[in-house]
Nanobody, 119 residues
């Protein structure tokens, strides 16, 4: 059974940084696409960033230039470096993965980690 386990969320002041990590376990193959979504209270879940084999990473417009997604292929681990955080970045962040070459991985999900940015 595949599990995605996130870590690194927390409370930070506006302008600060956080680094999220997501490690996959129980997978018998390498995920070709991994990424991050977020869901704020009362809003729909949205894609934040994804990294796909043979493609450049893709980002939501709202985080371009501030967030960086990266991965360790050997360990099926994906990271999200978040800089210059804003209060509107407050949300539950979910890791996601897919065996497909997709810019929106959705086959497997983590449990979510809370990120709160105070003003």
């Amino acid at each position: 059974q595949v599990q995605l386990v996130e870590s690194g969320g927390g409370l930070v002041q506006a302008g600060g940084s956080l680094r999220l990590s997501c490690a996959a376990s129980g997978s018998i193959f390498r995920f070709n696409s991994m990424g991050w979504y977020r869901q704020a209270p009362g809003k729909q879940r949205e894609l934040v960033a994804a990294i796909t084999t043979f493609r450049a990473p893709n980002y939501a417009d709202s985080v371009k230039g501030r967030f960086t997604v990266s991965r360790d292929n050997a360990k099926n681990t994906v990271f999200l470096q978040m800089n210059s955080l804003k209060p509107e970045d407050t949300a539950v962040y979910y890791c996601a993965a897919s065996g497909d070459y997709t810019r929106e991985p959705k086959d497997y999900w983590g449990q979510g980690t809370q990120v709160t940015v105070s003003s």
